[in-house]
């Protein structure tokens, strides 16, 4: 069977040739495939080779303008191209895992070996690009059969102990197809949870699967799963799902809206030790919705997703910067600035409440406040 290469097929058969000029076997493989099969377009590929795959990265970076950055002892390359396109080039290799959640040992392996390290058989299927059998299918673990039963199946029992970043994996692809894993499959997730593996994964390995979900296009039936297989607790004990994430364009509003249905907002955020920039980020709109009070500052866009998904019954001019300040204050007659802190921030909640909406009915709520509520001295 041969797999035709939607969109890049000028590209692969110029990178097969490449290839065979350099006497090494090359092929496309993995989620590209399987997302090809689908009829799926896709702007991430992944090209395998038994030997060194210096030569093609050389190519595209020659050919097509590309930048190109080496990483990992095995030579695996990460090529982007001006138009958006990544291709990700790594040599064939198997792991072995000295214990639950460990990074793995590696070492340079045949193709079959390559593939059957992969988290699930859909994403074990490789085509070639050489030009001799360019599109040419090699799928040792049936991995189109089961695309076309819709069902997620590991390779082998140890898995998930192995990796226990392929339960949440299994949600995502769950989530993102309408995939369910097979008999055997569930089993060794519901095992997997039920001996706490995905707690022997470090914070950021959580974090970053957490990200991946939260990057899909409609999350909710991801989270669906994660609650069902018990894998909820080991990202936060309190993590659930929020309507608004489906609205949600960015993945900073997605998170801050799950810290926010999460409740416990600060523990939720501290415990997946974010860069101070996202986390500083999320606790503005955050603040603003716990304390009731409309924020400081102008929103940036993700703050203003988060407060519009948040909290929809406030109007635009609640969820706004605030439009009390010292300045306001001063203009409206008040001379005591030791009170201008607690005034502000009263009209913050005044303004969250709906009671004004711009600088005019700011300073006619201001000057209807009762006397004794006034600053002293005035």
């Given at each position: 069977?041969?797999?035709?290469?939607?969109?890049?097929?000028?590209?692969?058969?110029?990178?097969?040739?490449?290839?065979?000029?350099?006497?090494?076997?090359?092929?496309?493989?993995?989620?590209c495939?399987?997302?090809?099969r689908?009829?799926k377009?896709?702007?991430?590929?992944?090209?395998?080779?038994?030997?060194?795959c210096?030569?093609?990265?050389?190519?595209?970076?020659?050919?097509?303008?590309?930048?190109?950055?080496?990483?990992?002892?095995?030579?695996?390359?990460?090529?982007?191209?001006?138009?958006?396109?990544?291709?990700?080039?790594?040599?064939?290799?198997?792991?072995?895992?000295?214990?639950?959640?460990?990074?793995?040992?590696?070492?340079?392996?045949?193709?079959?070996?390559?593939l059957?390290?992969?988290?699930?058989?859909?994403?074990?299927?490789?085509?070639?690009?050489?030009?001799?059998?360019?599109?040419?299918?090699?799928?040792?673990?049936?991995?189109?059969?089961?695309?076309?039963?819709?069902?997620?199946?590991?390779?082998?029992?140890?898995?998930?102990?192995?990796?226990?970043?392929?339960?949440?994996?299994?949600?995502?692809?769950?989530g993102?197809?309408?995939?369910?894993?097979?008999?055997?499959?569930?089993?060794?997730?519901?095992?997997?949870?039920?001996?706490?593996?995905?707690?022997?994964?470090?914070?950021?390995?959580?974090?970053?699967?957490?990200?991946?979900?939260?990057?899909?296009?409609?999350?909710?039936?991801?989270?669906?799963?994660?609650?069902?297989?018990?894998?909820?607790?080991?990202?936060?004990?309190?993590?659930?799902?929020?309507?608004?994430?489906?609205?949600?364009?960015?993945?900073?509003?997605?998170?801050?809206l799950?810290?926010?249905?999460?409740?416990?907002?600060?523990?939720?955020?501290?415990?997946?030790?974010?860069?101070?920039?996202?986390?500083?980020?999320?606790?503005?709109?955050?603040?603003?919705?716990?304390?009731?009070?409309?924020?400081?500052?102008?929103?940036?866009?993700?703050?203003?997703?988060?407060?519009?998904?948040?909290?929809?019954?406030?109007?635009?001019?609640?969820?706004?910067?605030?439009?009390?300040?010292?300045?306001?204050?001063?203009?409206a007659?008040?001379?005591?600035?030791?009170?201008?802190?607690?005034?502000?921030?009263?009209a913050?909640?005044?303004?969250?409440?709906?009671?004004?909406?711009?600088?005019?009915?700011?300073?006619?709520?201001?000057?209807?406040?009762?006397?004794?509520?006034?600053?002293?001295?005035?």
């Open positions: 069977m041969k797999l035709p290469f939607p969109r890049y097929g000028e590209l692969l058969a110029r990178a097969g040739e490449a290839a065979r000029d350099a006497g090494i076997k090359a092929w496309v493989v993995g989620g495939v399987r997302d090809w689908l009829g377009d896709t702007k991430d590929l992944d090209i395998i080779s038994e030997s060194d210096a030569p093609l990265a050389d190519f595209f970076v020659k050919s097509h303008g590309a930048a190109a950055e080496k990483f990992g002892r095995f030579g695996t390359y990460r090529v982007q191209f001006p138009d958006g396109l990544a291709i990700d080039l790594a040599r064939t290799r198997k792991e072995i895992y000295t214990r639950p959640a460990a990074l793995p040992d590696v070492s340079p392996a045949p193709i079959e070996e390559d059957y390290r992969r988290d699930f058989t859909v994403n074990t299927a490789a085509a070639s690009i050489l030009p001799e059998n360019f599109g040419e299918l090699y799928d040792p673990f049936n991995a189109f059969a089961d695309i076309e039963k819709g069902v997620l199946r590991v390779l082998h029992e140890k898995s998930f102990s192995d990796d226990p970043t392929r339960l949440y994996r299994a949600c995502r692809f769950g993102r197809f309408g995939w369910l894993p097979d008999e055997k499959t569930t089993a060794l997730i519901l095992s997997a949870a039920e001996n706490n593996y995905p707690a022997l994964l470090s914070r950021e390995r959580l974090r970053r699967e957490l990200f991946c979900i939260l990057s899909e296009k409609n999350p909710k039936a991801a989270f669906a799963l994660i609650a069902r297989w018990k894998l909820d607790a080991f990202i936060h004990k309190n993590l659930r799902w929020h309507d608004g994430m489906a609205q949600a364009q960015s993945l900073t509003a997605r998170l801050g799950t810290a926010f249905a999460a409740g416990q907002w600060q523990d939720f955020l501290a415990s997946l030790n974010l860069e101070r920039k996202t986390a500083v980020e999320l606790r503005i709109p955050l603040s603003a919705l716990q304390n009731g009070l409309s924020p400081e500052h102008e929103p940036t866009p993700a703050q203003a997703e988060i407060l519009l998904l948040a909290a929809p019954e406030r109007t635009a001019a609640a969820r706004a910067r605030r439009i009390v300040t010292a300045g306001v204050l001063r203009e007659g008040f001379t005591e600035p030791k009170d201008f802190s607690a005034l502000c921030e009263r913050a909640a005044a303004q969250w409440n709906g009671q004004f909406a711009d600088r005019a009915s700011a300073l006619l709520w201001l000057k209807k406040l009762p006397a004794r509520q006034m600053p002293r001295g005035l």
